[in-house]
């Protein structure tokens, strides 16, 4: 039972982070302010949006912030796009969905899995560089052109739509403010769920709006019940020696492994139950952070971020079957894991 409770208050950031982060997106759009922000980023009448823009926009923002801040922001304005543009929205709403996975072990900052690794194994922030920015960049490009293979790589021109001026005032000061406490808030103890929730504090004073169906407390349930069992079924240790292993292929064995865990109960419980018994860093277990922050977008349990966005959508009256997220997320995640995988092993092959 202490196992499940060190799994559970581990969880507690990140699921404190999915209850407020749906009502932050909800109510950052009842302000109007991805309208706004959209109609100003879709440039003038006449002229296409470029999607690697939007691509790279979204990996930018994953690298430099964290994966949730992508999915919550640009999930809606990317929405917006679409629909100023009239095209699918799926293909355009997918691309934070795929960043906020792909680019999420470039720094520590980056994903809550990394910042637990480097508390609880001592490592610096140019350790996880130097380990994972290369394998994390081969993702990256490989998912672009995977992407591209698959989906248009402009958005048309859509009528010029008018920009609320006091919905962008106000919900850019939210949302710099949010991006602030994002950066500088953790230095001070302040944990991002909490300054999501200062900010819907803020936001329901503003619209006088209280999203109450939007906070998704059967969903955090769900994933803090799979954590539970995940910690009360697998054996303490039971990948210790495995993640010991120094063969190349085994460290790419190790990713491969590390995100199938992911993407059965979870990235952070995942990464939790490989952390039990290691006590300093290997290429199994960098293989392993790689797998459970890449490849947890595959399937829709895979990362929190994966639900939250899931809800992002539902809300706005976008419903996703499993089929139709795995018909997205499989042909273009797949092989960007496979490309970082073997960019890590070739890293162990040529540091030997």
Excluded: K
């Excluded at 759009?29 to 823009?53: C, H, I, N, W, Y």
């Excluded at 809550?112 to 609880?120: A, E, K, Q, S």
């Excluded at 920009?163 to 991002?192: C, E, Q, T, Y």
């Excluded at 139709?324 to 030997?352: M, N, S």
Aim: glycine share 8%.
């Amino acid at each position: 039972m202490s196992r499940v409770g060190d799994q559970l208050t581990s969880l507690a950031p990140a699921l404190a982070f999915l209850l407020a982060g749906v009502p932050l997106a909800a109510l950052l759009e009842r302000l109007g302010f991805f309208s706004s922000a959209a109609a100003v980023l879709g440039g003038r009448r006449g002229r296409d949006t470029p999607v690697l823009g939007l691509w790279v926009l979204a990996c930018v923002t994953t690298v430099v912030l964290n994966l949730d801040t992508t999915v919550v922001l640009l999930t809606p304005l990317y929405l917006r796009l679409a629909r100023r543009s009239d095209v699918d929205p799926l293909p355009v709403v997918a691309i934070p969905l795929l960043l906020a996975s792909l680019a999420s072990s470039v720094l520590p900052v980056s994903n809550l899995t990394t910042l637990i690794v480097v508390d609880r194994l001592h490592l610096g922030v140019g350790a996880v560089f130097a380990h994972l920015a290369l394998p994390s960049l081969l993702a990256v490009t490989v998912g672009w052109f995977a992407y591209r293979r698959r989906f248009p790589t402009r958005l048309p021109a859509g009528a010029e739509l008018p920009v609320d001026r006091r919905a962008l005032r106000i919900g850019g000061i939210v949302v710099a403010a949010i991006l602030v406490g994002f950066v500088v808030g953790p230095s001070f103890g302040i944990d991002p769920w909490m300054t999501a929730v200062a900010a819907d504090v803020v936001l329901v004073i503003i619209t006088r709006v209280l999203p109450w169906r939007s906070v998704p407390v059967l969903t955090a349930a769900g994933v803090a019940v799979v954590a539970a069992l995940a910690a009360l079924i697998v054996p303490q240790h039971a990948l210790t020696g495995f993640l010991h292993h120094p063969a190349p292929l085994a460290v790419v064995g190790a990713g491969a492994v590390g995100a199938a865990a992911a993407n059965v109960v979870n990235n952070l419980p995942a990464l939790l139950l490989a952390l039990d018994g290691v006590h300093r860093m290997t290429w199994g277990m960098w293989a392993w952070l790689l797998g459970v922050n890449a490849g947890a977008v595959l399937l829709p349990i895979g990362a929190l971020a994966n639900l939250l966005w899931l809800r992002i959508l539902r809300a706005d009256g976008l419903r996703l079957g499993f089929r139709r997220y795995v018909g997205v997320t499989v042909p273009i995640a797949l092989p960007a894991l496979v490309a970082a995988l073997l960019t890590l092993g070739l890293e162990r092959l040529v540091t030997r």
